[in-house]
């Protein structure tokens, strides 16, 4: 099993508002991913989490906020978004980030976000 | 620098045609991994294969195969028979040792039409 979830699939939000994007895999990974994809362009690394801690902050705006409570979690906490932060915004899982034979990432359905 | 190209934006094939996709990567490692990854209308992007820089053996799988050639450093896709539910946008990714971080090309968006 290969799943990935994130929650919710669509979310709407104003700029002011706070809101959290959730993601779960329950495939023992170790490592966890945030990216943030425009349209009609690739994904963009934005967080990596290696057993359960910050390992990659890819200079992102302090807006967002990840948090890893546990091995299978991962959540993103939005303050205060911009209309540009607009996008559609992807988890992913590993076996581990780096140094061993499993590197495959994988990717859940995603969560579309518009800031009003 | 690690850095990925896929220089073909858009292709648009009628059904049953075959069609190749390009990629060409660069890095200075010598321990690197290329992946192929498939994104549906829906968004999710779907896993298709993972290659090592230590095997350059080409793969098939149904009618997808992928032809791997460091010499050339470029790992192309070729669908066959291509089929409707083919339609969608394909990324070739680069990941090297360091942190997890998948560098990924601009994106072919291949159209197949009835």
């Known amino acids: 099993d290969t799943e990935v979830t994130q929650t919710p699939k669509h979310l709407v939000m104003g700029m002011t508002n706070k809101k959290s994007l959730k993601c779960e895999q329950h495939?023992?990974?170790?490592?966890m991913y945030w990216y943030k994809q425009k349209a009609k362009k690739p994904p963009e690394l934005m967080f990596v989490?290696?057993?359960?801690?910050?390992?990659i902050n890819e200079s992102v705006p302090s807006r967002f906020s990840p948090e890893c409570p546990n091995s299978s979690l991962l959540n993103l906490h939005l303050h205060a978004l911009q209309p540009e932060d607009s996008a559609l915004y992807l988890c992913?899982?590993?076996?581990?980030?780096?140094?061993?034979?499993?590197?495959?990432?994988?990717f859940g359905p995603g969560t579309r976000l518009t800031v009003l | 620098a690690q850095k990925v190209t896929q220089a073909q934006t858009e292709i648009s094939v009628v059904e049953k045609e075959d069609v190749t996709l390009d990629c060409v990567y660069e890095?200075?490692?010598?321990?690197?991994?290329l992946f192929w990854y498939k994104q549906p209308p829906s968004g999710e992007l779907v896993f298709l294969i993972r290659?090592?820089?230590?095997?350059?053996q080409n793969e098939i799988s149904g009618r997808y195969s992928w032809n791997f050639q460091k010499s050339t450093s470029s790992f192309n896709f070729t669908i066959t028979a291509s089929q409707v539910v083919d339609s969608a946008v394909y990324f070739c990714?680069?990941?090297?040792?360091?942190?997890?971080?998948?560098?990924f090309g601009q994106g072919t968006e291949l159209s197949v039409k009835p």
């Open positions: 992913a899982s590993s076996q581990s980030p780096s140094g061993s034979v499993s590197h495959t990432q994988y």
């Open positions: 495939m023992g990974h170790r490592a």
């Open positions: 989490y290696s057993y359960e801690k910050l390992s």
């Open positions: 890095t200075r490692d010598t321990t690197y991994y």
């Open positions: 290659r090592n820089s230590f095997d350059e």
């Open positions: 990714a680069l990941l090297y040792n360091q942190g997890g971080k998948l560098i």
